[in-house]
């Protein structure tokens, strides 16, 4: 979108030709449309157009969210950050991926922090489901750093802290 935004208009207007006629031959048996937005990219841009223009088209908000890119320490991550009721207040916000790292030991916990966090960071907010971005660390690597730390449960199973506190919320 923003390195391309004549590829982006098109997408966009494509995505609305898309909805309309899904909607039409469908009707209220239609599935639920959106499209996933790369939150901490977005969040970063002066282009606030292009997650507008989504959000509107869309049936429900879809982030994907790795918010340690943008903060070292789930505390400082703003209790707003997910506040998007200004843009798009009918609509629930779902998360098609979300995660936070757990490379050591200190990862293990800000990964628990994070998940605790969230439920502030979630307060007010029509939140719809969240999917963790995966369950275990793979035994081997498979996406790369950081993606394979963030795991609820280690490679062999055992569960991490954040697991625990997962279970909790």
Known sequence: GV?????????????????RAVKDNLGTQAP??????????DNRTKERRYFTNLAKLS????????PHVSFSLPRLIP????????????KP???TE???PAWDKIGEI????????????????????INW???FDPAEPLYGPPFDSMGLCREDGTVKPAMKAWRRA
């Open 110 to 129: 800000r990964q628990r922090d994070f998940i605790i966090r969230l439920h502030s960071l979630l307060k007010g907010v029509h939140a719809g489901p």
């Open 32 to 41: 639920i449309m959106f499209a996933s937005i790369q939150w901490e990219q």
């Open 133 to 135: 971005i995966t369950l």
């Open 59 to 66: 049936d429900v908000i879809a982030l994907s969210s790795y």
């Open 79 to 90: 209790l707003d950050y997910y506040h998007l009721d200004a843009v798009t207040p009918d």
């Open 3 to 19: 390195e391309n935004p004549d590829d982006w208009d098109n997408f966009v207007s494509l995505l609305r030709k898309t909805k």
């Open 98 to 100: 979300l995660g936070w």
């Open 93 to 95: 916000l779902v998360f």
